[in-house]
C-alpha cells in the first residue's frame, strides 16, 4: 500500500493538472480567443484543438484575424469581411509550425487575386501562383456555372482536336501538368488567361494556343441574370507506356 503523503502528492498533481487544463480552456475563450480543431472549426474540447485564433474588429468594418498554433507561434493573419469569418478580403499571410513564411498573398471577396508567394518550411522560394484579379460571382443558391458548348465531353474534344505534344517536348520527354485560368464574361467570351501552373515553355504555349481558340462559352448565371465567372483548367502531357499523351482535367470555378 501506497505511504499517505504520496497518495496525497499523486491526488494533489492531478487536480492541478485538471485545473491547468480548465484555466487553458478559459484564457482562450477570453478576449475573442476560439480554440480550433486540425481543420479551423471551432471547438470547446481541448484535447481536439490543434490552433486558437483572435479576432479584432476594425474601425472600416472588417475583422482582423490571427490563427497560432497552440504553441502560440502565428498561422495564419489576415482580414475578413465578415463577423462569421467566411469572406477573405486583403493581405493574407500563412506560416509553419517553425514560424518561417509559407504563402502571401491578396484576397478580394473571398478568392486569391494576383500573385501569391509561396516557400518550402526551411525558407526555399517555391513557383509563384497567379490568381486573376477578376473573380467570379458567387452565391449560395442561384449559382450556375458556366460551361464550354456541348459540355465537358464536348470540351475534351477540342483540347483533342487543338493540343498537340510540342515536338521538342517530346525529343526531350519533358512531362507536366500546365494549369490555366481565364475570366468567362457575362457574354460568355473568354478574357484574361492566366498561367497559375508552369510545367514547361514549350506546354504552357501549346496549352494557351488552345484556350485562345476557344468559342465562347455558355455564361455563369446567378439567378436569371448572366455574371463573370473564372474557370482554372489542368491540361497535362505526359509519356504513358512510352508515348506521348494529354490529358485534361477536371476544371474548376
Not at 475573442?32 to 479576432?55: C, F, N
Not at 469581411?81 to 471577396?109: I, V
Not at 525529343?171 to 494549369?179: F, L, Y
Amino acid at each position: 500500500m501506497a505511504p499517505l503523503a504520496y497518495t496525497f502528492l499523486i491526488l494533489k498533481k492531478t487536480v492541478l493538472f485538471l485545473f491547468s487544463i480548465t484555466s487553458a480552456t478559459t484564457v482562450l475563450s477570453q478576449n475573442g480567443r476560439e480554440l480550433l480543431s486540425p481543420q479551423l472549426d471551432t471547438t470547446s474540447v481541448i484535447s481536439q484543438a490543434q490552433y486558437y485564433r483572435e479576432t479584432l474588429a476594425l474601425d472600416n468594418g472588417k475583422y482582423k484575424t490571427e490563427v497560432f498554433f497552440l504553441s502560440g507561434k502565428t498561422k495564419m493573419i489576415g482580414e475578413y469581411l465578415d463577423e462569421d469569418l467566411e469572406s477573405e478580403d486583403g493581405f493574407f499571410q500563412f506560416f509553419y509550425w517553425n514560424g518561417n513564411l509559407e504563402s502571401e498573398g491578396m484576397f478580394k471577396n473571398g478568392r486569391k487575386v494576383g500573385v501569391w508567394k509561396r516557400f518550402e518550411s526551411d525558407g526555399t522560394p517555391k513557383n509563384d501562383r497567379i490568381y486573376p484579379k477578376e473573380t467570379m460571382q458567387t452565391s449560395s443558391k442561384g449559382h450556375i456555372a458556366a460551361h464550354f458548348p456541348g459540355g465537358y465531353g464536348a470540351l475534351l474534344d477540342f483540347i483533342s482536336d487543338k493540343v498537340s505534344y510540342p515536338e521538342p517536348a517530346q525529343i526531350k520527354q519533358i512531362e507536366g501538368t500546365v494549369k490555366l485560368a481565364f475570366n468567362i464574361d457575362e457574354s460568355g467570351e473568354i478574357l484574361d488567361i492566366s498561367l497559375l501552373e508552369s510545367a514547361h515553355f514549350f506546354l504552357d504555349q501549346e496549352a494557351i494556343k488552345a484556350v485562345q481558340e476557344m468559342p465562347a462559352w455558355t455564361p455563369a448565371k446567378l439567378g436569371e441574370i448572366s455574371v463573370s465567372s473564372t474557370f482554372i483548367l489542368p491540361i497535362t502531357f505526359q509519356f504513358l507506356e512510352g508515348s506521348p499523351s494529354i490529358m485534361v482535367g477536371m476544371g474548376f470555378q
